[in-house]
Nanobody, 123 residues
């Protein structure tokens, strides 16, 4: 059974940084695409960043240039490095594992979700 556990959330001032790790309990971790989503209060969940098994990445326009997604296959862990944080980045961040579309260069399906970690950015 695939399990995902996010951590690293917390309170940070605008302009600060956080790094969110997501551990995956799967020996075949390197075969899967990974993504980070977030959900602000009263809003729908949205994709933030995704990475394929071959390290192709994509990002939401709102975080381009500020966030970086990476993976460490040896440790079965995906990371989201968040820099220059803004109050509008506040929300619950979810790690996800799913399918990658090579033509679209995007995560197009989610099979498993983590339980989320709360990120709060103060103004």
């Amino acid at each position: 059974q695939v399990q995902l556990v996010e951590s690293g959330g917390g309170l940070v001032q605008a302009g600060g940084s956080l790094r969110l790790p997501c551990g995956v309990s799967r020996r075949t971790f390197s075969r899967y695409a990974m993504g980070w989503f977030r959900q602000a209060p009263g809003k729908e969940r949205e994709i933030v960043a995704a990475i394929s098994w071959s390290d192709v990445t994509n990002y939401a326009d709102s975080v381009k240039g500020r966030f970086t997604i990476s993976r460490d296959n040896a440790q079965n862990t995906v990371y989201l490095q968040m820099n220059s944080l803004k109050p509008e980045d506040t929300g619950v961040y979810y790690c996800a594992i799913g399918s990658w579309d090579n033509w679209l260069a995007a995560l197009v399906g989610v099979a498993y979700w983590g339980k989320g970690t709360l990120v709060t950015v103060s103004s």
